[in-house]
């Protein structure tokens, strides 16, 4: 089991540019959570899908974040337009209904 | 307002003491999590106990839901266990709420 794979690792982009997030979620898990992580603002919840169907995004930003869950195999974490602000790393985590969150190891999005 | 609240929000220990982490949460929790991340590191579960005593190594956790807290105890600690701590909870749709963690460093 190779646990919850996320790419790119690390990501510079210009300000104002697309970056695209991706996740793999742990084979069988039904449930994709995505997460940003500050020093400033900690752990912040941002959206999640269980068997694929977007359930709370009530942590996303309202423009320019989008999220989608085409298949089960794996999640897209997509930021139009990004600006400074965003930078930061992006978790993803899968688990079981109701069960333990397994953590990818992020992506870290640097934006100049 | 905050969900979730750590104390202490920094810890230092010399090695082979235990360390007491606690986790307070606003709202009836229906799951219970903590997490360990070391500096630049991804989050590892160490802990699912959204009730009772729960024990993994050196690790235990006591979650008293209608209190709405939560400890961890680490005996006996290691150099190694030094990082930051996560207690993280949800509110019975999967969404977690993360405390701002305790940073946990043991000296030699």
């Known amino acids: 089991n190779a646990g919850v794979i996320q790419t790119p690792r690390h990501k510079v982009t210009g300000k104002g540019q697309e970056a695209t997030l991706w996740c793999e979620p742990i084979?069988?898990?039904?449930?994709v959570f995505w997460y940003r992580q500050t020093i400033v603002q900690g752990l912040e919840f941002l959206t999640y899908f269980r068997n694929q169907a977007p359930i709370d995004d009530s942590g996303m930003p309202k423009e320019r974040f989008s999220a989608q869950m085409p298949n089960q195999s794996h999640s897209t974490l997509k930021i139009q337009s990004t600006q400074p602000q965003d930078s930061a790393v992006y978790l993803c985590?899968?688990?079981?209904?109701?069960?333990?969150?397994?953590f990818g190891p992020g992506t870290r999005l640097l934006v100049l | 307002g905050q969900q979730v609240q750590q104390s202490p929000a920094s810890l230092v220990l010399q090695e082979g003491e235990n360390a007491e982490l606690q986790c307070n949460f606003s709202s009836t929790a229906t799951q219970l999590q903590w997490f360990y991340q070391r500096p630049g590191g991804s989050l590892v579960s160490l802990l699912y106990n959204p009730s009772g005593t729960k024990h993994t190594g050196r690790l235990t956790s006591t979650t008293v839901t209608k209190e709405r807290r939560s400890s961890l105890h680490i005996s006996s600690s290691q150099i190694t266990d030094s990082g930051t701590y996560f207690c993280?909870?949800?509110?019975?749709?999967?969404?977690?709420?993360f405390g701002d963690g305790t940073q946990l460093v043991v000296k030699p």
């Open positions: 985590a899968s688990s079981l209904v109701d069960g333990t969150q397994y």
């Open positions: 084979s069988g898990h039904s449930a």
């Open positions: 993280a909870m949800d509110l019975n749709n999967n969404r977690i709420f």
